[in-house]
């Protein structure tokens, strides 16, 4: 690998995972100033030479999104108006991902806008991770390598050694994704029917799948007001599971989500750290954290290296 002309920056979302990734890949991280200001509009500046250089912008698009996002696209124009050779932003969690779609009159398709605003401010591919909906890799006009944290959620579970396992599909959507989890963890799948009644806000319907007696887990990509999760949890628990697990990969954790999740009967909430969680989240003692930095590290390599990334699905 050429570390001399692989360079990984990072703006303020989640500099700590930036850092785990350098780590990782051998190599410090890039040296760039973002600042304010006055008026509270985003400064950026690039404090190293990356002409020629092959760069990867690790910055979720997590809370607050905006900013994060306006601090993405700043660095983006600067390391292409600095001559970097290739630019590759690392958007573990993407942003307005849940606007995919026309699903009511006069609304946006933000995921869509987002992705145009990516490859305007001069990104040359993208490296996401559990998009809300696999099909917004084709809003991108760019390649775009969508890497999945069943892989690291599947390898702690399985040291758990749960009995009776049962993946739980929160809900229709959610049925792929809980699938393929199911598979690797060799055992069965149940389906949460769920009707959406306003946006943040779901009723839990029916449960599709035998859980009596056993130990479910739910899977699902974010956890934002965990409303839908409390709701399944009790919904499965009253149904004669024994224990209810979930596991998400991006812990947006917004509104009172952790104190849903602290007053619940759920055991335990694995997350990864895609975003940076709030310090009340920290506290928790039932949610445990697992890093994808060594993923998205590997993802980076392979990338610069011009090599294949199938291997990391396994």
Not at 98 to 123: E, F, M, N
Not at 124 to 141: N, V, Y
Not at 231 to 238: F, V
Not at 269 to 282: E, K, Y
Request: glycine share 6%; aromatic share 4%; net charge neutral.
């Amino acid at each position: 690998m050429d570390r001399d002309r692989l360079k990984v920056f990072c703006g303020s979302a989640n500099p700590a995972l930036a850092r785990e990734i350098c780590a990782c890949l051998g190599i410090p991280l890039g040296q760039s100033l973002v600042s304010r200001f006055s008026d509270g509009e985003v400064r950026v500046q690039v404090l190293e030479n990356v002409r020629g250089a092959d760069v990867f912008v690790v910055q979720p698009t997590c809370q607050p999104v905006d900013t994060n996002l306006m601090e993405l696209l700043l660095m983006m124009d600067a390391l292409k108006r600095a001559s970097a050779r290739r630019i590759t932003p690392v958007v573990s969690y993407y942003g307005y991902s849940r606007q995919d779609r026309k699903d009511r009159p006069r609304v946006p398709i933000s995921a869509k806008l987002v992705a145009d605003l990516l490859t305007a401010a001069g990104a040359d591919r993208a490296l996401t991770m559990d998009l809300h909906a696999p099909q917004i890799q084709g809003f991108f006009e760019i390649p775009v390598d969508h890497l999945l944290a069943a892989p690291v959620l599947v390898e702690y579970f399985h040291q758990l050694n749960l009995p009776n396992l049962t993946v739980v599909a929160p809900d229709a959507g959610g049925v792929e994704r809980a699938r393929f989890f199911a598979k690797k963890m060799n055992c069965a799948l149940a389906i949460v029917d769920k009707r959406r009644v306003d946006v943040n806000e779901a009723e839990v319907m029916h449960v599709i799948g035998d859980v009596e007696g056993r130990t479910a887990v739910v899977v699902d990509d974010i956890i934002d007001t965990a409303g839908t999760l409390v709701k399944t949890s009790d919904a499965l628990l009253t149904q004669g599971a024994t224990a209810v697990y979930a596991c998400c990969t991006h812990p947006v954790l917004s509104g009172e989500a952790v104190n849903r999740i602290c007053q619940s009967r759920i055991t335990q909430v694995v997350v990864t750290n895609s975003i940076p969680l709030a310090d009340s989240a920290q506290k928790c003692g039932r949610i445990e954290v697992l890093s994808v930095a060594p993923l998205l590290g590997r993802a980076i390599q392979s990338i610069h290296e011009e090599t294949s990334v199938s291997t990391l699905f396994i």
